[in-house]
């Protein structure tokens, strides 16, 4: 059993670190916590990042093909993905248009 976020915060998974192992993280009103490490608890070799808002929901995927799960944010039809994975909304954040207030956002690798 793990202990790593707090009453509200929604769990997010993915290969943070690019080792081949999931481990997981929690997002909150645009508030980040990656167990980067993968020990289970939070730690000088985590990572925390501020990305999104609060009304947005957390998506992670890897988002450049790099080998790392990186961040990204969904709300009323609207992606916003950290697609270079260092945690800060740049000219680089990829934004999409696809859904519509309401939809749920819904990750995958489909091909």
Same mark, same amino acid.
């Not at 289970?40 to 070799?45: A, R, V």
């Not at 995927?61 to 992606?79: C, F, L, R, S």
């Given at each position: 059993?793990?202990?790593?976020?707090?009453?509200?915060?929604? $769990?997010?998974?993915? !290969?943070? #670190?690019?080792? +081949?192992?999931?481990?997981?993280? %929690? &997002?909150?009103?645009? /508030? @980040? =916590? *990656?167990?980067?490490?993968?020990?289970?608890?939070?730690?000088?070799?985590?990572?925390?990042?501020?990305?999104?808002?609060?009304?947005?929901? $957390?998506?992670?995927? !890897?988002? #450049?093909?790099? +080998?790392?799960?990186?961040?990204? %944010? &969904?709300?009323?039809? /609207? @992606? =916003? *993905?950290?697609?270079?994975?260092?945690?800060?909304?740049?000219?680089?954040?990829?934004?999409?248009?696809?859904?519509?207030?309401?939809?749920? $956002?819904?990750?995958?690798?489909?091909?």
């Amino acid at each position: 059993m793990y202990s790593f976020g707090a009453p509200g915060f929604t $769990p997010v998974v993915g !290969d943070w #670190n690019g080792d +081949g192992t999931d481990k997981i993280g %929690v &997002y909150k009103d645009g /508030a @980040w =916590y *990656l167990d980067n490490d993968g020990s289970g608890t939070w730690n000088f070799g985590d990572k925390s990042y501020s990305f999104g808002a609060p009304g947005f929901s $957390p998506v992670v995927g !890897d988002w #450049n093909n790099g +080998g790392k799960t990186k961040i990204g %944010v &969904y709300k009323d039809g /609207a @992606w =916003y *993905l950290d697609y270079l994975g260092n945690g800060t909304w740049t000219s680089n954040t990829k934004v999409y248009s696809f859904g519509a207030p309401g939809f749920t $956002p819904l990750i995958g690798k489909w091909s």
